[in-house]
């Protein structure tokens, strides 16, 4: 790196501490937290916890953790206004959204409308940093928005017709970002930017050119720039690689607690580096603060024991998937015998009934669990009881009629059934090897499965491997984690439920012919799933709440009738483990993505530690 460039970056970095320092504290219009409602304790500032991580990149939970989004999900998953101070939806076409006065990010520079200008204009609409364009998001029919800048405080978005996504989009666990801190990128821009001191940057950083200067110094999702300001909770200030990254509370940070102190009450979050295999163990030892990541069930019984020298609580809380671990079928396999197999939803619906879930359930879940089908969970203001219950009943006789009556009906001397092409009903169920838990439950089923004559073989692989082969129509059946939104609610996408994607096992050729726009694969054949193709447009098309739910109450009656996915157990609990000293982690709480950011739904900024 040149002198000349080495000092820019020096007094830049220079004037933005000092601008930090100068400016700190929250908005004039900050977000008052309700600890009345969200069952918190006043706090006080101060202190650090540890966590542990397997590798940098995790730097990313810091921003699933922390929570702070331009609109959030409140603890009854309606979404509100957060770092935003309001925003006007009109239909689902319009929507006005307006910033907190006085709001700064993390270096102490406003936070305004040119944030959002820059990204729209400069970078979501450069080719050189977004190859494809604005984010799907950001688009309905095909045409991107008109955007008004109002005044600082204040920018509008206007769609010709209705984006039901937009919304849920900023909410994410993984967020569309719409802003970005311009008065700092901007020296990467070519449009803003010295040329000299960019020219020397690329040699420096050895990229390829400006563009991949900004991308790498503009990371919001994974804070690895420690440069880079934040609306975060917390700001990393760890140049990476590092066996040790160290965040610090944002100085500038918009939510405050009930008597007006600024949030987050923490000093400090450190990520510790450790092997993954580890993490656990090290848990165990007291090392961590609050740990959940790397940490698996079958780990709680050694935590336990723990605990009390350690120094901290173990917690069980539920995952937020539709189920722990699902069989799909794939409707779209190359190999014909298997392709009008699985298209019969009477050869789904046996196989589903073929299985003990309850033996599964107190095998591996220790009866934790709940036996239920691939579907939302009863926290969802969606869930029905047909839905969770739809062909879960363990029923071996009316398996058996249900394969008879589909023209299985003859069998070989072993007593394996015989498909309609002669060959027996093997099953090959090919998986990712991922969870830990995946060998035993699929041994369990291959027993249960001989009781209605089909054979289960297991082929594991890995997750790009098992990927190709699906979306190649080469596998007949595989497994994989259930919905991720178990916790849905009417405004979030129903994707899930219909073919829309290459990648979906059950059906990659149907939803490649919708990711493709018609230029690839084939469109559904069967009238259920193509009503389900129909609904999810519709559901695109909704202007309001209630037609939205509407919707999703026919999908997922849909979805789970005619068992395109076979759930088996949900609510697999996830071992937290929470220092003694940390207060304000609930006991009980549900472990998603999405729509509970994993703790983010918990609001971390008000986590405190006694003294």
Known sequence: ????????????????????????????????????????????????????????????????????????????????????????????????????????????????????????????????LSKGGPPRQMLANGKPPKVEIIDSHTIRYTWDSVNPLFMTALAGARPMYIYMPAHYLKQFHEKYGDADNLAALVESEQVQNWSSLHKRFGRQYRPENPDMPTLQAWMNTTKLPSERIVFKRNPNYHRVDPNGTQLPYLDEVILNMASSSIIAAKAGTGESDLQARYVRFDNYSFLKQGAEEGGYNVYLWPSGRGSEMTLLPNLNAKDEGFRKA??????????????????????????????????????SPLYKDAYGEAWIEYDVDAANALLDEAGFDKRD???????????????????????????????????????????????????????GRVSN?????????????GLATPEMNPEELAPVSPVQAQWPTWGNHYA?????????????????????????????????????????????????????????????????????????????????????QYLPDTFWLEK
């Open 1 to 128: 790196m040149t002198r000349n460039l080495k000092k820019f970056i020096s007094i830049s970095a220079g004037m933005l501490l000092a601008a930090s320092t100068a400016f700190a504290g929250p908005p004039e219009e900050p977000r008052v937290l309700n600890f009345d409602n969200l069952e918190k304790e006043i706090g006080q500032s101060g202190g650090s916890i540890r966590m542990l991580m397997a590798k940098p990149k995790d730097v990313r939970w810091m921003t699933v953790y922390s929570g702070a989004r331009l609109v959030a999900y409140d603890e009854t998953f309606q979404l509100k206004p957060d770092i935003l101070k309001e925003i006007e939806n009109v239909d689902n076409k319009s929507f006005t959204l307006h910033l907190r006065k006085g709001h700064k990010w993390s270096d102490g520079q406003p936070f305004t409308t040119e944030d959002f200008r820059y990204w729209w204009e400069d970078v979501a609409q450069n080719e050189a």
């Open 413 to 467: 001397d072993s007593g394996t059934r015989l498909m309609p092409d002669g060959r027996p009903f093997e099953i090959i169920v090919e998986t990712a090897g991922e969870l830990s838990q995946e060998t035993d439950i699929l041994q369990l089923i291959t027993d249960h499965w001989k009781d209605i004559g089909v054979k289960l073989f297991v082929k594991p692989s890995q997750r790009d491997i098992l990927r």
């Open 473 to 485: 129509g080469e596998t007949v059946m595989s497994t994989w984690q259930g919905l991720n939104r």
């Open 342 to 379: 699985f298209q019969d939803v009477r050869v789904r619906r046996a196989l589903s009934m073929g299985m003990d879930r309850s033996e599964i359930n107190e095998a591996i879940f220790f009866g934790l669990g709940r036996e239920a089908s691939n579907s939302v969970l009863p926290s």
């Open 516 to 600: 493709s726009k018609g230029a690839a694969g084939e469109a559904p054949s069967l009238p259920e799933v193509a009503r389900l193709s129909e609904l999810y447009q519709n559901w695109r098309d909704a202007a309001d709440y209630d037609a939205q739910a509407k919707i999703w109450d026919e999908m997922l009656s849909i979805f789970t009738d005619q068992v395109y996915s076979i759930g088996i157990v949900s609510g697999g609990l996830q071992p937290i483990v929470v220092s003694k000293k940390l207060r304000n982690v609930p006991e009980e709480g549900i472990w998603a993505f999405e729509p509970t950011l994993y703790f983010g």
